[in-house]
């Protein structure tokens, strides 16, 4: 495979990682030996995601695919964050010896399972396993197991939940990236396909008609409830400072744990609400006596099934 060709395929790693609501808020810029992940602002979601935490996050779980895909052709990267605003995550390579590795085999694999899990425990090695791919600079990971602390973050994750499905813009929001069935998800390539989340096939405008009136709190939070408590346990993901190019490096790390898990045989899926809602964050690090630093993602794990997966648009449709 020749240089620009090996560089394309990275690309296309990337894009199988995971983005907020799938709406893959990036653009990839190919240079000789190097690529740059570029974010595209007309994907953000302002409504849940107003200072686009979760977009640079995003874009760190991109530029994680690039890099383990990246060892195993025998390109070493380096990774460097540019510029303060609509900033952007620089990779430049050097050849290596190429390093076969289960992260960079996971990643097709890798899914957001959003079911309900088995409820058993993981083995002290696999909490081991997962904490260790999860940590990075300036970013640390909180492993909560335990029946006390899953019912700390329940609580939190049943406030978070209520206070986004009593906003009417967040709804409406959330409904513009939900994809009601299959041929709706492939021709978009993008967002929430509804099988994934376990939901009947609709036609489009009989999803939009039926949604806003489901989608209330209370049937909402039983399942989230459900979900949680057939999890072995959650992960809080937290930075020290906060700012773009450490969201960037949440993404990365969260990437590793994702794909760390899928190698293990192990399923999870994000419990945000609490990290997403401004107000409710403060009084959740202090819960989880974090100090000072910003929780950025909650992220439930356990054994369970595979689900169908999120579509993804083609390379050509993210090239700059």
């Not at 510029?83 to 290596?96: I, M, N, R």
């Amino acid at each position: 495979m020749d240089n620009a060709s090996l560089l394309r395929e990275l690309v296309h790693y990337g894009t199988l990682a995971a983005s907020s609501h799938n709406t893959q808020c990036w653009r990839f810029q190919v240079g000789e030996q190097s690529i740059t992940i570029l974010p595209d602002l007309s994907r953000r979601c302002p409504v849940v995601d107003p200072d686009d935490h979760h977009l640079y996050v995003s874009l760190g779980c991109a530029a994680e695919n690039i890099l383990q895909t990246a060892k195993a052709h025998g390109l070493a990267g380096q990774v460097t964050f540019e510029g303060a605003e609509a900033g952007s995550v620089h990779l430049t390579f050097a050849p290596c010896e190429p390093e076969t590795n289960a992260l960079a085999e996971a990643i097709p694999h890798r899914q957001c399972s959003r079911t309900e899990y088995n409820g058993q425990p993981l083995t002290p090695e696999e909490l081991d396993l997962l904490t260790a791919a999860s940590t990075g600079d300036g970013v640390r990971v909180v492993m909560l197991t335990s029946p006390a602390e899953l019912a700390l973050v329940e609580a939190f994750v049943v406030r978070g939940n209520t206070a986004q499905l009593k906003n009417s813009a967040f709804v409406k929001e959330l409904i513009s990236w939900i994809r009601f069935n299959q041929a709706e998800a492939e021709l978009k390539g993008d967002g929430l396909h509804s099988a994934a989340s376990g939901n009947p096939s609709l036609p489009r405008w009989l999803g939009r008609l039926i949604l806003p009136l489901v989608l209330k709190p209370k049937p909402e939070n039983e399942k989230c409830v459900r979900q949680l408590r057939s999890s072995a346990g959650v992960a809080v993901f937290v930075s020290e400072p906060s700012d773009p190019a450490h969201w960037v490096e949440v993404g990365r790390c969260y990437e590793r744990l994702a794909l760390q898990a899928t190698a293990l045989g192990i399923r999870h899926a994000f419990l945000n609400q609490p990290v997403e809602e401004a107000a409710l964050r403060p009084e959740f690090a202090e819960a989880l006596k974090l100090g000072a630093g910003r929780p950025d993602l909650v992220v439930r794990f356990g054994r369970g099934p595979e689900m169908p997966r999120s579509p993804r648009r083609p390379v050509e449709a993210v090239l700059v």
